[in-house]
């Protein structure tokens, strides 16, 4: 079963910076697209950002347009999602998932039986 491996969460003040990373081990993330979430307890998950497995296309839920920008390095086998301007209400669990096929509605990310994911990354935004 694929997996990934979120990494690069933490604690961050207001206005802060933080850039997460998506990784796989033992298969390459080259075919696949790739989308970040998030998701607060108690809350439904919400799709932030996705990028297509060329990287050519990327999408980003309103809340995070022009804060966050996502990325990807094949040579690393690392998707990026680096979040800037951090505020207190992006607080939440990121998680991120791939799939072999793209979403034009994406970040609406419809659960597929073929997606897979990673088991997140706690990202607090607070003074």
């Known amino acids: 079963q694929l997996q990934l491996v979120e990494s690069g969460g933490g604690l961050v003040q207001p206005g802060g910076s933080l850039r997460l990373s998506c990784t796989a081990s033992?298969?390459?993330?080259?075919?696949?697209?790739i989308g970040w979430f998030r998701q607060v307890s108690g809350k439904e998950r919400e799709g932030i950002s996705c990028i297509s497995s060329g990287g050519d296309r990327t999408n980003y839920a309103d809340a995070v347009k022009g804060r966050f920008t996502i990325s990807r390095d094949y040579a690393k086998n690392t998707v990026y999602l680096q979040m800037n301007s951090l505020k207190p209400e992006d607080t939440a669990v990121y998680y991120c998932?791939?799939?072999?096929?793209?979403?034009?509605?994406?970040?609406?990310?419809?659960?597929?039986?073929?997606?897979?994911w990673g088991q997140g990354t706690q990202v607090t935004v607070s003074s």
């Open positions: 033992g298969f390459t993330l080259d075919y696949y697209a």
């Open positions: 998932a791939g799939n072999d096929k793209w979403l034009d509605s994406c970040p609406t990310w419809p659960p597929r039986e073929d997606d897979f």
